[in-house]
């Protein structure tokens, strides 16, 4: 079975620039979420989606990131502009109903520094 | 959301038996206790996760008692491939809510 796909891996781009991350969850998980991590801290979660709906966003600063689940399939997280305290580890993390509840499966996640 | 106290770090060596507790003390009827491992460049990765009283897999026991305000993994001889962050999350699963502390780094040593 493949696992959580993040793209892509590092991001390198100067601040007030936009970028964009993309993850693609493990086949038939409903529940994607978008954590970010600082460094030397856990991940802190961004947003959590069911299905294609966003149940929970309260921690996405929504004057500049942005995201997306068309489909409630692939999702996109969206930062424009990027700020020096945008560089973290995003990680991306699906889950499902099915055996232990609330089990996330996480991806490798992408890297971002912002010069 | 049911804060979680852990220590910061914890050293051990190969081939001990490894306890790491964490503290819930608002924990809630409805809340399970799960813990994830991370380690450097990688995202965190499902150990274990319970309710009440022990859960024993291939990889670890979680111990919990029955007032379930803590919690304690135990790994049983750790090798050095066990040097990783432990992280101790306490949520509703089924309203996903579940928050990640700042983690136990464990160092094991030959």
């Known amino acids: 079975e493949a696992g959580v796909v993040q793209s892509p891996r590092y991001k390198i781009i100067e601040k007030k620039q936009p970028v964009a991350f993309w993850c693609n969850p493990i086949?038939?998980?409903?529940?994607l979420y978008w954590y970010r991590q600082n460094l030397g801290q856990g991940p802190e979660l961004l947003i959590r989606y069911e299905n294609e709906e966003a149940v929970d966003d309260s921690q996405l600063p929504k004057d500049r990131f942005s995201a997306e689940r068309l489909k409630g399939v692939d999702s996109t997280l969206k930062i424009q502009p990027a700020e020096l305290g945008d560089s973290a580890v995003y990680l991306c993390?699906?889950?499902?109903?099915?055996?232990?509840?609330?089990?996330?499966?996480f991806g490798p996640g992408t890297r971002l520094t912002v010069l | 959301l049911a804060k979680t106290t852990q220590p910061i770090s914890m050293d051990s060596y190969e081939g001990q038996e490894v306890n790491i507790t964490c503290s819930h003390n608002?924990?809630?009827?409805?809340?399970?206790i799960t813990w994830y491992q991370q380690f450097p460049s990688q995202g965190p990765r499902f150990i274990i996760q319970g309710y009440k009283t022990k859960v024993t897999n291939e990889v670890a026991s979680l111990f919990i008692p029955a007032d379930r305000k803590s919690s304690t993994l135990s790994l049983p001889r750790v090798s050095l491939s066990d040097t990783a962050v432990y992280y101790c999350?306490?949520?509703?699963?089924?309203?996903?809510?579940?928050?990640f502390g700042d983690g136990t780094t464990l160092t094991v040593k030959p």
């Open positions: 993390a699906s889950s499902s109903r099915q055996g232990a509840p609330d089990t996330q499966y």
């Open positions: 999350l306490v949520g509703d699963t089924d309203a996903g809510k579940s928050t």
């Open positions: 608002n924990i809630a009827t409805n809340d399970y």
């Open positions: 086949s038939g998980h409903n529940t």
